[in-house]
């Protein structure tokens, strides 16, 4: 079956502006979470959606939101970007997210830099 | 924070059995090791997770102590594909998956 779809790939914005990342997870999958990866500070987790609510969150500020639609694809918005944004963004799906024996899969991710 | 530890680097032979250690002293009872690897660049790709027991799979054997405060990711004939940072990670419940700085795996020709 399908994997983890992230969109674009590789992005490019300017300071101040906005930019959306999509992700579709795998079919049947209702977790999905969103990972910053940047050289300094590695994988550091955004937040998680299960059943288009927000579970967990991490300590980013609240420039960074997101959300799931009602098929379990997500996105997730950063506003007023920063050059620190620069990173690689890695979304995540499993089937649950619950219990104590569900692997997440990840997607390839979506490169973001910022000018 | 992550609660594990792992060394920073290593180096095996390709053929050879790698050896991955992690330390999880502070595990408590249900919380699972779970091992992910990283190849430049790309998305983390799940390898294996236990509870208690030893697990195998097509990938990899997963060795964890009986006090289940370290555990030994075994990859059994090391190929030049399998360079790539190893990540062990203890979670619970619905907890989040918290990366630590993993182990640079680097397999020699």
């Known amino acids: 079956k399908a994997g983890v779809t992230q969109t674009p790939r590789y992005l490019i914005k300017t300071r101040g502006q906005q930019v959306t990342l999509s992700c579709s997870p795998i079919?049947?999958?209702?977790?999905v979470s969103w990972y910053q990866q940047t050289p300094g500070q590695g994988l550091q987790f955004l937040f998680e959606y299960f059943s288009e609510t927000q579970r967990n969150k991490g300590n980013f500020p609240g420039r960074f939101s997101g959300r799931q639609f009602s098929n379990s694809r997500s996105e997730m918005n950063v506003s007023t970007l920063e050059l620190g944004d620069s990173a690689l963004y890695l979304c995540a799906s499993s089937y649950t997210g619950t219990g104590l024996n569900t692997e997440a899969f990840f997607g390839q991710g979506t490169r973001l830099t910022v000018v | 924070d992550a609660k594990t530890t792992q060394p920073t680097s290593m180096d095996c032979a390709e053929g050879r059995a790698a050896n991955l250690p992690c330390n999880h002293s502070?595990?408590?009872?249900?919380?699972?090791v779970y091992w992910y690897r990283q190849i430049h660049s790309q998305g983390p790709q799940y390898i294996i997770h236990?509870?208690?027991n030893n697990e195998t799979n097509e990938m990899a054997s997963l060795i964890i102590t009986e006090d289940r405060k370290s555990s030994t990711l075994i990859l059994p004939h090391a190929t030049l594909r399998d360079t790539a940072v190893y990540y062990c990670?203890?979670?619970?419940?619905?907890?989040?998956?918290?990366f630590g700085t993993g182990t640079r795996l680097t397999i020699i020709p």
């Open positions: 236990g509870l208690k």
């Open positions: 502070t595990i408590s009872g249900n919380e699972y």
């Open positions: 079919s049947g999958h209702r977790s």
């Open positions: 990670i203890v979670r619970g419940g619905n907890e989040k998956l918290t």
